[in-house]
Each structure stands twice: as structure tokens, then as C-alpha cells.
């Protein structure tokens, strides 16, 4: 049977969305806690008290000693000084009678005095006394029956998330279990004809249109991290028959159902119009970004949601509409990320009419928390992997001017951002390899490519601490000196030389174009991969172009921009392109051939304040000491003898 789809999106603003869900959800009876189940002490860390838990014994159950030392009566040591100390007799009934700490306090006595405020003393007919040179007052050093918990006390209330010293409270209060609310089950349902396990991707590789299936993990470990129990279907081709099957049957099982893919307007989305079928379909697109083909629906009287197939989509999606679900089942408040104001690194454009949720990383520089957007598109995961926090652009904004105040929901802690060393400018391998040391200093490294020039520009503004940088002044043939001066005037600033390194242009292996120079670059049969304007690469290149007389028009795909060296060398992999200007490492790294043109000089620029602070201390000694140096010399095209020589520009 063939299905009329739904080729209609809507855009409903997020708080329509889930007024029509939790409508739906009441009208079922399914907006409110799940019901307990009672569960041994020891699986209950995590989970959720379903009733008030009140203590069925008192602790301590009796009058305890606090101390190792002497039972007493406390009127007998009245007059005791150290002027004129006391003697009380030792004996098991007293008047003084030795007890540890936590033992039970003889009956007659009401009080303890620690050991080492006693003195023994022999006494001549071979008993023992104790002396004493202070009166003690009743009750001291003593616990009394019920101090931390009386029988019918109130031990935990219900709702209560379990953390490890509940557990023991409940056990020290006489509970061998404790009902907690039962666990949300979840049924993740991953479709698409094009999607391959990750063990068949390992055994077979990866044919061009092959595509990871990786989203059920991530949504059956949210659903885990949110206190729900998944279960993760294997992959269901796009098949209507099939797939409606399994929401059928997934939805007879499980409190939710989560069908990814599918939720878009493309020829095999089924999604929407099988909820149609079988249930009730309240939304069909939400007004966010990422995330915007969601599904809201019933089925069965249980929820289903579609979720869209982007892997960041997907992400978002799940913590936008499954996490509040999965929170409200546990009776808790969905979860809410710290949150800090914080100035936004570059202008950012954002549809009007969508609230988009904007990946960055962060970290403080100087006064002010900077947030640095990172890529915005929905298929790429690394982003949400790197992602510091996210910023909300409100869909009746056209989006944010750099500079201006914005508030990030933070997926760390504000700790994190503090030891953060925030790197704008342009990128080098040897940053990665400078990131991954750091970490063993408690530092972490966050690296916004934006080019030499655009790295000193983040300067200037105080959106980074340092910025890597390779820029050639045509004139003097110095690197960065002169840009330095003209863009930061004013700025202490110290250079720090980190590596020489091979530019040249990157070529498929065994250079099946016959490149040789610049010169090659304007032939017919030569489609070239251009950098943007401002990275230092692009600098390099029109130098030499003007040098050589070399007009950019006439070379095919000058216009065509990469952002990083891997970019441009991924482009001539994938046979987009024959040749890019980049460094030696990129073509080593993905096996491709290099012609070298030019040595250049990749500094750190790094304003003095900075250059002092604790915060980059560790990097410093990186730079200066010999394991980098080392790891860099393994690598193609790098010349580390100059590494850490600084100039000053006051
Ligand atoms: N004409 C339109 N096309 C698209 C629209 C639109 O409004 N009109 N919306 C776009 C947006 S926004 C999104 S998000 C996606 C979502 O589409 P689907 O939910 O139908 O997802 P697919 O197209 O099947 O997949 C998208 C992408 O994600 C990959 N994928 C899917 N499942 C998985 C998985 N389990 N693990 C890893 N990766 C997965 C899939 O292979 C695709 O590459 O639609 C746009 N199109
Ligand atoms: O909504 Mo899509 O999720 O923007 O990428």
C-alpha cells in the first residue's frame, strides 16, 4: 500500500509545540509521574523516591559514646580544677567506666570524658581512679538515641534524585529497599534504507551513500543519562508497512517512541503520515534550528516523536522535547544548563521567524566571557562534540552583531570556562597537538579558525588570548611584524615563533596533473582550491602571483574558498579540485603529494598580559620545552629550530 505523504512543514513556534503535546499528553493521563516499583538499596543510586521515605528505626538506637574515654556521672565531677584536681574510681558500674567511641553509655552515667583529659592513677590498694582537672556538664560527648534520625522521622521526600549518602541514610534508617519511580521505557527506532551498522562499515567500508547509523546510540544514551530505559531497534529500511509495524508494535511496549528519520519532506519521510495512520499527529515542524521536521504525535495513547535524521538535529531535538518528557515521568524539573552572558566572537545571521540554536565554545579573556560559533550545520556531529554550551538566537531576531551580549547554556561547568586558553586566527596541526598537551596542565584549548588576519582582529577586540599567524609583508619579506603594528596599535603584544613550515601546493598522489609551479596554475585542464581572504596561505599565494605576473582571473577556482589547510586538501582528495596552497602535514595526512614553494614562519601572537598569565604559563613551557618540538619534528614540513624565540612590539 502506498501513502499520500504530508509534503506540508509547518513552523510551529516551540511553546505552541508543546502546548499541543502536553495537552495531548494530559488528555491521556500520561502528564505525570510514573508509578514506583520497590528497588534494593544498591540499584537505587540515580533513580527517583516515588513516596516520602519516613525512618522505620532511630539512629543511633541508643545513647552512644561520641568519644573514646570514661562513662561518668557529671555531678561527680563538679569542684574538678586544675587547681584542685578530682579522683573518681574505675570500675565496670561506675562511678567511672571506660567505653569506645560509639559504644552503648552504662545507664547510670551521663556523660563522657575524653582519654586524654583523664589521667590513670594506681591507687595503693592496686584499684584504679581516674584524675581529672575539669568538670564535664551533662550530655557531654555523648549521642543521643535518635541524634541523626528518629523512627517515623521524614528521611527523604518523594521526588527526591538519589545520590550515594541517600542510600546510606535510608539503610542507617532500617530500609533494606526503596520504591522509586519506575523507569521510562523508551523505544529507539533508527530508519533509512541508506543507513549501515558501524560493524558492517568496519568489515565492508563505506560505499558512497552508505551513511553510520549512530543516532540510536546517542538517543538510547541520552534516554540512559535522563534516568529512561532504551531499547534500540536495529535499522529499518524505508519501508511504510515495515515501519508503521514497528511503531505499532514499539508503542503496545513502551512509554515513548522515538522513530528517527523520516520526519522531512523527502520521497521515503513516512514518518508523519504513519502517525497519521495509526494515531493522531499534533505537529509536523517546529520553528528551531537544528531540529525543525519534528513530529509530535499519539499512538495508542503513548507518545511518539519524530526525530529528524541530522545527527545534530537529532541531538537537539531529543534534549528540546525527550529530556522535559523523561524529567516530568520522574517527577523532576527538566533539566536546566548553567547559564553565562557572554560577547559573541562574529556576526551571525539567523532566519527570522526560527528560534536557532547556535554550537560555541567559550572561554573568559580578560573581563568577559566570549562565545566563538562553530560550524552550523546540522549533519556535523564534531560540533556538538566540541560545543562549550549554545546560544539561542529568538526567532523574531535576525541574529546577533559581533560583539554583542548573548547567553550560553552551558554543557560545562563555569569552572571549564575559566581554565579555557581561547585560540582565533589560523590553524596549524601543531595547535591540535598543542590542545592535547595542555589538557595534562588542567588547561583546555579551544581553536576558532578565522585566518592570520581575522586572528588579529579577535585580538584587538579581546575575543582571544592568542592567535596563530603567518602573514607576509610583500615589502620587508618579514612575517607578521608589520600587520602586528598596523592592526593591534597600542596592544603590547609578544610573537612567539612557533614553527617554520612548507607551503606548497598539495596534489593528488603521484600528481597525475604534472604540477610543478605557480605557473601551472592558470592551464585549462588545472581546476585550483582557493583559501579565504585574510588566511595567511591566501597572502602567500597573491604575493607570488603578482610576483610572477600571474593574473588570479585566469585561474579556474581562485573564487572557490576553503577555511582550513584539511579543507583544501580534502577538496583535491576527493578529486573536487587538482591542486591547493597548504602545508605539507595536510597532504602527509591524507597521503596526497606536494610540491614545496616556500618556507614561512607561523608565530603565536600573544598579547603581554596574557603572555604573563598563569593561564597560559603551561603553554609557554610547551612551546619552550622538548616533547612538542619532538612530535613536530615527526611530521612533514615543519623546521621546530626557531620555536619559542619571541619579539616584543610594545
Ligand atoms: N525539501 C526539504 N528538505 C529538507 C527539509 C525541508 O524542510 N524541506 N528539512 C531539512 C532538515 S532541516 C532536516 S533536519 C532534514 C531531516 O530530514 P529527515 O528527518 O527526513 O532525515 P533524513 O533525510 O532521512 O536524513 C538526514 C540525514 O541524516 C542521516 N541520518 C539519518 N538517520 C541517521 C542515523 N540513524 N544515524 C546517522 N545518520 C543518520 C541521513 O543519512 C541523512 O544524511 O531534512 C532536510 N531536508
Ligand atoms: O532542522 Mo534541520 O534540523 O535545521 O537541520
New binding site residues.
Given amino acids: 500500500m502506498s501513502k499520500s505523504k504530508n509534503f506540508y ?1 509547518e513552523n510551529i513556534p516551540l511553546d505552541e509545540a508543546w502546548r499541543r503535546f502536553i495537552t495531548a499528553l494530559e488528555g491521556g493521563g500520561l502528564w505525570s509521574e510514573l508509578p514506583g516499583e520497590d528497588v534494593p538499596l544498591e540499584e537505587a543510586l540515580g533513580r527517583v523516591t516515588a513516596q516520602p521515605v519516613w525512618a522505620a528505626l532511630s539512629s543511633p538506637g541508643y545513647h552512644a559514646s561520641a568519644m573514646d574515654g570514661f562513662a561518668v556521672r557529671s555531678v561527680e565531677t563538679i569542684g574538678a580544677a586544675e587547681t584542685s584536681p578530682k579522683r573518681i574510681p574505675v570500675g565496670p558500674n561506675g562511678p567511672a567506666s571506660y567505653v569506645d567511641t560509639g559504644d552503648a553509655i552504662p545507664s547510670w552515667a551521663d556523660a563522657v570524658i575524653m582519654i586524654e583529659h583523664t589521667q590513670r592513677i594506681e591507687e595503693a590498694d592496686g584499684s584504679q581512679s581516674i584524675e581529672i582537672h575539669a568538670a564535664v556538664a551533662p550530655w557531654t560527648a555523648i549521642r543521643p538515641m535518635g541524634e541523626d534520625m528518629v523512627a517515623t522521622e521524614l528521611v527523604l521526600p518523594a521526588n527526591h534524585l538519589l545520590k550515594p549518602v541517600d542510600l546510606g541514610a535510608l539503610a542507617g534508617s532500617g530500609h533494606t529497599t526503596v520504591k522509586v519511580r519506575r523507569k521510562p521505557r523508551v523505544a529507539v527506532l ?1 530508519t ?1 534504507t ?2 549501515i551498522t558501524v560493524e558492517q562499515a568496519a568489515r565492508e567500508g563505506v560505499k558512497p551513500g552508505d ?6 546510540l546517542v538517543l538510547s544514551a541520552q534516554v540512559r543519562e535522563w534516568g529512561g530505559e532504551p531499547t534500540r531497534y536495529p535499522i529499518t529500511i524505508d519501508d511504510y508497512q515495515l515501519i508503521r509495524e514497528k511503531v505499532r508494535t514499539a508503542a503496545e511496549t513502551h512509554d515513548l517512541v522515538l522513530v ?7 520521497s521515503e ?1 513516512f514518518t508523519s503520515s504513519i502517525v497519521e495512520d495509526l494515531g493522531t499527529l499534533l505537529v509536523h515542524g517546529v520553528a528551531v ?5 519534528v513530529i509530535l504525535g499519539m499512538v495508542a495513547n503513548k507518545p511518539v516523536i519524530g526525530i ?4 545534530v ?1 537529532c541531538a537537539l531535538t531529543s534534549e528540546t522535547f525527550v529530556e522535559p518528557l523523561l524529567s516530568r515521568w520522574r517527577g523532576q524539573q527538566p533539566n536546566q544548563k548553567p547559564r553565562v552572558k557572554a560577547s559573541i566572537t562574529r556576526k551571525l545571521l539567523s532566519p527570522i521567524g526560527e528560534d536557532e540554536m547556535v554550537r560555541v565554545t567559550a572561554g573568559r579573556v580578560g573581563e568577559r566571557v566570549v562565545a566563538a560559533p562553530l560550524s552550523r550545520g ?2 556535523v556531529i564534531t560540533s556538538l562534540v566540541r560545543a562549550d554550551g549554545i546560544v539561542r538566537i529568538p526567532r523574531f531576531s535576525e541574529g546577533v552583531e559581533a560583539g554583542q551580549e548573548v547567553t550560553i547554556e552551558l554543557y560545562r561547568t563555569p569552572a571549564d570556562i575559566e581554565r579555557t586558553v581561547v585560540h582565533i586566527g589560523s590553524h596549524d596541526l601543531c595547535l591540535d597537538l598543542l590542545a592535547q598537551h595542555l589538557a595534562d596542565s588542567g588547561r583546555r584549548f579551544t581553536s576558532a579558525n578565522a585566518g592570520s588576519l581575522g586572528g588579529l582582529l579577535a585580538l584587538r577586540r579581546g575575543d582571544a588570548h592568542l592567535a596563530g599567524s603567518h602573514l607576509l609583508d610583500p615589502v620587508t619579506g618579514e612575517y607578521n611584524v608589520s600587520y602586528v603594528k598596523q592592526h593591534l596599535p597600542g596592544i603590547p603584544v609578544v610573537l612567539m615563533t612557533l614553527v617554520h613550515r612548507e607551503q606548497g601546493l598539495i596534489v593528488a598522489k603521484g600528481n597525475p596533473k604534472g604540477i610543478r609551479t605557480l605557473a601551472d596554475l592558470p592551464r585549462e585542464d588545472v581546476q585550483f582550491v582557493n583559501r579565504q581572504r585574510g588566511a595567511g596561505t591566501r597572502v602567500l599565494l597573491d604575493y607570488h602571483l603578482e610576483k610572477q605576473g600571474i593574473a588570479a582571473g585566469t585561474i579556474s577556482g581562485y573564487r572557490r574558498e576553503e577555511f582550513t589547510h584539511m579543507a583544501v586538501a580534502v577538496a583535491v582528495q576527493s578529486g573536487a579540485a587538482d591542486c591547493g596552497l597548504g602545508i605539507a602535514s595536510a597532504a602527509q595526512a591524507l597521503g596526497l603529494d606536494f610540491i614545496p614553494l616556500e618556507k614561512e614562519r607561523y608565530d603565536l601572537v600573544i598579547p603581554r598580559v596574557y603572555f604573563e598569565s598563569e593561564l597560559l604559563r603551561p603553554l609557554l613551557d610547551l612551546v619552550n620545552g622538548t616533547r612538542l618540538r619532538e612530535e613536530l619534528n615527526a611530521l612533514a614540513g615543519y623546521d621546530t629550530s626557531h620555536m619559542g624565540e619571541v619579539i616584543e612590539i610594545a
Fill in positions: 512543514l533508527p533509512g541508506e543507513l551513511i553510520i547509523e549512530y543516532n540510536s528517527n528519520a523520516g520526519s522531512s519532506a523527502g519521510d534550528r537544528p531540529g525543525h521536521p529528524p535524521g541530522y545527527p538535529s546540522a549533519g
